[in-house]
């Protein structure tokens, strides 16, 4: 383990040495030399005339004032609140640095099964691609010929009224077939039974991580309690709702002024108002959608427009399966071929396999197998979509209208949270810690409904599973699933997931002890469009005897 000094230290100058290469740098070194320009300060002056590396030991430079001098250009330039946030965004995306003696896979998942079993997925999604690959007999990739380019150019904002003939694609996998592997997934160091706290726990999944329980759930969630105020309830006893939510808003929009990511995010933990909650997600995703996003975004549709891949067919697939048929998301059907698409091709992804479990598929040009200098990342972002991907886009497109803006906030999303909900790892809001949460949410609180679905053979996890998966995003309400997304980005974690997953378990508690299979039970939860997120999240968690 690491010294707090010590991790503080490494934590320090690796923020420092992203920020160096962030498109940050450039533009704060011009803002500081126009500000110096503008005043009289005689330390900044004489840096920026310094020809070569900065000297320090030049006499006109007051070492003593050299600190504050700077700080006073941080505070009226702006720039000191940009710089707050994207260090704050740092801290949140990258996990806590390794001990320098650790090896490199540790920073991606620190256990050795889990590694294995992620590689061994990682083969069979790869084996399933290629066969596909080889019966349709359709190249990973080629060049659009120019008349097909021109084509789709200018239907690009219409691809929904596109009819391709996809009858042949199948989505490489589904939810359930991750949920296979998933349980089947052992820690070989020692049987289950060999552990205190994991030798009654009688669900599906049979790994012994570590998760937590009611009362640090509690504390954890301490803003969603009974006694403090929240969007997304009807009634309150404390606060009467209209004055909670003027209020609200009125806060939401000091901090939206304030351009804080840190206090964006402390700020939706009780919920956001509706015509305040894109800025919100923007402002602690730190997206600002500056004119070198857009451009990056043109430059992605032009790789669409240019190439063909394998993954496109099963984008499409994928968007007609789900999105198209649903009745809250099938108007955006032509937002998520846009970003699905640019996504596929955007090599930035390529970045938070520094801190996924997974790896990049790799694809070598024909005749060269096995030759890592022919070696290409495919698709260009690693990401291999399966069936229900494009359901992490869908909700997103009520909140932005702008297609390089959705495309942003998407990818942060992403590399951020919904990455975790589809590799193999031990993180605490990765899939597999979510499902034992809930298994043991269910096995400790409801046991009674737990051992009944056991013994009928309708294991909880098997319904939950889809529901976690996708984040909930094609089940709740649209209202309800940004309500629960507000909290996610809240408190930085994907654990509410499996949380409300439980919850609604022991909502429909009575009818689920009386149905006898597991068709009946899928059956009484086939539905949760009509479900109200928060009031369930507050039952279970601070109205439970624990």
Known sequence: ?????????????????????????????????????????????????????????????????????????????????KLQNAVYSELNVFPSPCHPAAPPEHMKEPLAYMRKAQGSWE?????????????????????????EQKELL???????????DLSLFRPVYAPKDFLEVLMNLRNPNYEN????????????????????????????????????????????AQVPPEFFENEHVRVGQKVLAEQDSAAAQQYVR??????????????????????????????????????DLLVDSLIYKDVKLTASNDDYYFVFEDYLYQVL????????????????????????????????????FYPPNGVIPFH????????????????????QIFREMYVRFFFRLHSISSHPSGIVSLCLLFETLLQTHLPQLFYHLREIGAQPLRISFKWMVRAFSGYLATDQLLLLWDRILGYNS????????????????????????????????ADLSTLKVMPLLQIFLFATVT
């Open 1 to 81: 383990m690491l010294d707090p000094e010590s991790g503080l230290s490494l934590t320090i100058a690796r923020i420092v040495q992203r920020l160096k290469g962030s498109r940050l740098h450039s533009p704060l070194g011009h803002a500081y030399g126009l500000f110096a320009i503008g005043v009289d300060k005689p330390n900044i002056k004489a840096l920026l005339t310094c020809s070569g590396k900065v000297s320090l030991h030049k006499p006109e430079i007051k070492l003593e004032s050299l600190k504050e001098d700077i700080k006073d250009f941080l505070k009226a330039s702006g720039w000191e609140k």
């Open 123 to 147: 083969k069979r999604i790869l084996k399933s691609l290629n066969s596909m690959c080889t019966e349709l007999s359709i190249p990973l990739a080629q060049k659009r010929p120019v008349s």
């Open 154 to 164: 200018n239907k690009w904002n219409e691809m929904g009224t596109d009819e391709p």
């Open 193 to 236: 039974g060999e552990h205190a706290s994991f030798r009654n726990h009688l669900g599906l999944i049979q790994v012994p991580l570590k998760v937590k329980d009611i009362p640090e759930l509690k504390e954890d969630f301490s803003e969603l309690g009974l006694n403090i105020g929240q969007l997304g309830i009807d009634d309150s």
């Open 270 to 307: 009780q919920g956001c108002p509706t015509a305040l909650r894109a800025d919100l997600w923007a402002l602690i995703l730190n997206i600002s959608n500056q004119p070198e996003d857009i451009l990056y975004y043109e430059q992605l549709k032009s790789n669409v427009i240019q190439h």
């Open 341 to 376: 698409l640019c996504f596929s091709r955007d090599t930035s992804v390529l970045e938070h396999f520094t801190y996924s479990s997974a790896t990049p598929p790799k694809s070598y040009i024909r005749g060269k197998l096995g030759m890592e200098e022919y070696a290409v």
């Open 388 to 407: 229900g991907f494009s359901m992490y886009v869908a909700p997103l497109c009520f909140l932005y209208h702008e297609p390089s803006k959705l495309y």
């Open 494 to 525: 994907l654990e509410i997931l499996a949380v409300l997953a439980a919850a609604v378990f022991a909502f429909r508690a009575v009818n689920l002890m009386e149905v006898t299979s597991l068709a009946a039970a899928e059956a009484v939860l």
